[in-house]
């Protein structure tokens, strides 16, 4: 192999590092939103995320585009405009859902059951009285693109 074409692969291997290796890139109000947004969209269209324990749905025996309202919680502090463009609405204070008639609640926080800050972000989709689950979501991201992976940390 001659110089040059070894040149040339070593250039290769450095610019397919920055595509494909997870990079410890801050985490923008952009990404958060996409992530959301992602998030969302396999709530409601019923898609598979990436799980620790491979591709799942968050919920199996659920449909909520057939069923009733579906509320929202937004604890950290990014703008609600994704939520309202997906035609959700804000959970109402004091107000408990009825979720006999098919109401649900997404959420998206950093802060525990107890109050306390957590450093990744958590999703949580109740549809149900003792029915719901959360989710802490890591997010890798590389210079083109940002994958969540949602690691299952309650259910009811």
């Known amino acids: 192999m001659t110089v040059k074409k070894i040149k040339i692969k070593k ?20 990404t958060l939103m996409y992530v959301m947004d992602f998030s969302l969209d396999a709530v409601i269209n019923n898609k598979p995320v990436l799980t620790i324990r491979g591709y799942e749905r968050f919920i199996e025996d659920y449909d909520i585009e057939n069923n009733g309202k579906l509320y929202y919680v937004n ?6 405009d994704i939520f309202l463009n997906r035609n959700l609405l804000k959970l109402p204070e004091n107000y408990f859902p009825k979720y006999e008639k098919g109401e649900a609640i997404v959420g998206f926080t950093y802060f525990d059951f107890e109050g306390n800050k957590k450093t990744l972000l958590e999703f949580n989709y109740e549809y149900g009285l003792l029915a ?24 009811s």
């Open 75 to 80: 604890d950290i502090g990014i703008s609600d």
């Open 11 to 30: 250039k290769a291997i450095i610019i397919l590092m920055f595509v494909v290796v997870f990079m410890p890139l801050p985490l923008s109000e952009r």
């Open 132 to 155: 719901g689950q959360g989710y802490d979501v890591v997010i890798y991201r590389t210079l083109f693109f940002t994958v969540p992976i949602y690691i299952h940390t309650w259910v």
